[in-house]
């Protein structure tokens, strides 16, 4: 096999010459200069195929989990402000900027490609077959967050004929190559051909870090994610109930109002531990996001709280730990991922910060499949996994004061129809439970939900900014270096 060489995956994203090395905690790159010709190096490129950029950042300023805190001792961060009044961010250097998400992940998709192509060209058995399934789960979850980001939300039983991005599946052997965005109908075409054969493929794969890579369960809840945008329930209740097979979700998600706030300040390296169930798919991401979020300008404060703690459809708030930085009320930190940093050098004056994020949830795949349920009529199975959702989260749980009842969610939610009762509940629950998660603004372009963003002049003067049901904002801005290839930008 000719040698495959790092710079065909570099030349795709100068992403990697702008963040540098982080040995301590950044798994090694290999060198790809070597041939790729045993399951173990194939095993170590595909180290590469995941994020390592944060799209948490631009997604949680644009959704209504954030607010402008007002002049004043508030940083003012460009990404972050620009996000947050649905702009078009031109940042490139910060690595949770959009232009270096969708860099970084066309890297990863890079790598991915490398992998699928060493691994056809040579005969490694088994343990090839199951990283060239490793390779295509990660290639298929690459394109749908960025055709989730950077595309129009896919409409169900809708017209999807709208411009996708483009979907890779081929090493770059050219230093120039224009390319088409295809649709959005074409791109989940693809994703869901990866998918599929990725998911058969890894049946029975071992990692030495099982949560950093697409094991069968995090493939498993990136199948019920992916069928719950496609609205294909029956699917999503099919993989989400797959990850647990004996169906005890409730012993498996966050125990929030239980181990984790009795850690109280441990519970974010707790939040992220790599041995916890929850955990289903970690990442290794270069990202300050948890203090320019509390203690930036635009992002999380004491709207933020107000959200979180407030009242359920059980009739209780959810616990939730969070902290304010300096005491400050509109500096508010959810504490769920600890913050690292490192310089390059001893001689160095700029720090690099990383943390470790979480991209699939034991959580989040039980409110998909409670959406899904809610959707296909089961509202039984559907209260069952809200109330167990609630049952980790609420202090001093009662089944009696507590559960959730359909006459609950018919009054709480002022509506004479359970469906719509019920998916309010599970919405309003993911946005209280996954804040400062990125999920939010998912849920938002998939239901269309209208919010608003204030602007405040100063502490008297304030104005809106309403982004509404079509509002072509919804979609993040192509990077210019996109243009380059050919490709067309978003309109605006």
Known sequence: MKKKNIYNIVRLSLLSLLLGSCEKYFEVNPDMRTELNTPEKVAQLLVTAYPTSDYFLFAELASDNSADKGPGDFSLNDIARDSYFWKEVTQVSDSYSPNA??????????????????????????????????????????????????????????????????????????AFKNYERGTVASVYEHIEKDLLEGMRLIKGISYKSPRFHFNEQAANAFAARFYLFKGEYDKVIKYASAIFPENNFKQNIRPIAGALKAAGSNSPALFTGSQQNFNLLLAN???????????????????TEQMISGNTVAGKQFYQYYTRIGGIPDKLSLGKYPTFSYRASTFATDWTYYTVQCLFSADEALMNRAEA????GDYTSALKDLNDFAEVRIEGYNTSLHGITEAKVLSFYNTTDIKVGLLKAVLDFKQKAFA???????????????????????KWDTTYDVLKKNDLRRVFQLPESAMLSGLTKNPR
Not at 285 to 303: D, E, K, P
Not at 436 to 458: A, V
């Open 436 to 458: 400062h998660e990125g999920i939010r603004w998912f849920d938002i372009n998939r239901y269309s939900i209208e919010i608003s963003h204030r602007y405040l002049d100063n």
């Open 285 to 303: 991401v270069y990202s300050n996001f948890n203090s320019i979020a509390a203690g930036g300008r635009y992002g999380a404060g004491l709207s």
């Open 373 to 376: 349920y809610a959707s296909t």
């Open 101 to 174: 998400y969708w860099l970084d992940m066309y890297r990863a998709i890079a790598a991915a490609n490398h992998a699928i192509e060493a691994v056809e060209e040579n005969n490694f058995g088994t343990t090839g077959q199951q990283y060239k399934g490793e390779a295509l789960l990660a290639r298929a979850y690459a394109h749908h967050m960025l055709v989730s980001l950077f595309s129009k939300t896919y409409q169900i039983n809708g017209d999807n004929s709208s411009p996708g991005i483009p979907y890779l599946t081929d090493p770059e052997k050219i």
